[in-house]
């Protein structure tokens, strides 16, 4: 699996420099944000407003309508939380093209409580004409900020920053408002998004090689939410389906799965792996354990509606090297192989 460095920062200069309408917005978080390259490069196309949250929205809406696109980088709980008012009618109500990146979304940063993004989702998905994108891996986020720009209207990305793993090919870009069916299986489905996919790789793949049927689909379109490979992989699951996110259990993944599931008449009981409380400060490896989003909490999750003891452990999660399904030919990989229920 290749890690790579800075993916953001790389790539979003490089994107930008034939669009001198695209601009940047800081709020004193510059390089914590992986602006700094973009400052270095189109100064003249860089803001920093400071710890002004409320400001830097309003300030956004007013370049958007005028004619720039603002790309506003900051963490994810100081563009949902803090400037909520300013975000919506600002921003959202007239429908202007901002684009808001929030970085260290969920349990992605040790700061604590105060830093963890965890209902930033919910609080979006609120927010009529908002759309919502989660970055997977290292080509989703290189290739975000042009899917977003293609959108008419505001964007919220859950943005990745540092070294980030490549899970799905270089050329298998982010498609708005399309998932990823990463393989097939009747028996239970596991959905999942941002950094849980990774994690619900290695489970799923462990549980496949014991001839289990589990499928798997990766979601980075939150918002709209429900596209035909969503619906019909989660409606076709037979024994259950569990969601897996690095948010709160409510108001994000699982609760739009759970609608659409509501709404199409799906009968497979539902498991949502995300926080039930406030988080503290810990690396996101022991968090994800403490919370329970981790890749044994996935497997132990399936298993349960398989109604059979979970036999995956540690040890052989540590030693499984994920490999990617290709992305024309989901199921190339052998521990992605199909399989249907009767090999329970």
Known sequence: MEIVRRPHATA?????????????????????????EFRSRYPKRFFS??????????????????????????????????????VAMSIGYPNLPVRLLGFLPGLTTP???????????ALMRAIPNMRILECGDATEVESAPQVAQAIDG?????????????????????????????????????????????EAMRAVAALRRRRLSVGHVHVSTLAP????????????????????????????????????MAEHGGCAPLVRLGLRSYAHGASRKYLMREYEIDAIAIACAVCRCLGIANQ???????????????ANLPDANPAYAPAKAEDL
């Open 154 to 198: 505001p964007v919220y990305i859950r943005m990745l920053r540092g070294e980030v793993p490549r899970l799905f090919p270089a050329d298998a870009p982010l498609q708005f408002g399309k998932a990823r069916l990463l393989c097939q299986g009747d028996a239970v489905v596991v959905v999942s998004s941002g950094v849980c996919t990774e």
């Open 12 to 36: 979003f200069t490089r994107w930008a420099a034939d669009k001198p309408r695209v601009l940047v917005l800081s709020a004193d978080l510059t390089s914590s944000c992986e602006a700094d």
């Open 111 to 121: 700061g604590g409580v105060t830093h963890q993004a965890i209902d930033d989702v």
């Open 49 to 86: 407003l400071g710890m002004a949250e409320q400001n830097l929205m309003s300030f956004a809406g007013g370049l958007a309508r005028e004619g720039f696109f603002p790309f506003v980088h900051t963490f994810a709980v100081f563009i949902t939380r803090r400037p909520f008012d300013q």
């Open 312 to 326: 995956v452990t540690d040890d052989e999660l540590a030693a499984h090297d994920l490999v990617v399904p290709s």
């Open 225 to 260: 939410f429900g596209d035909a490979t969503l619906v019909g992989a989660v409606l076709g699951a037979k024994l259950g389906v569990v969601t897996v996110e690095n948010h709160l259990a409510s108001g994000g993944l699982g609760s739009s799965v759970a609608e659409v």
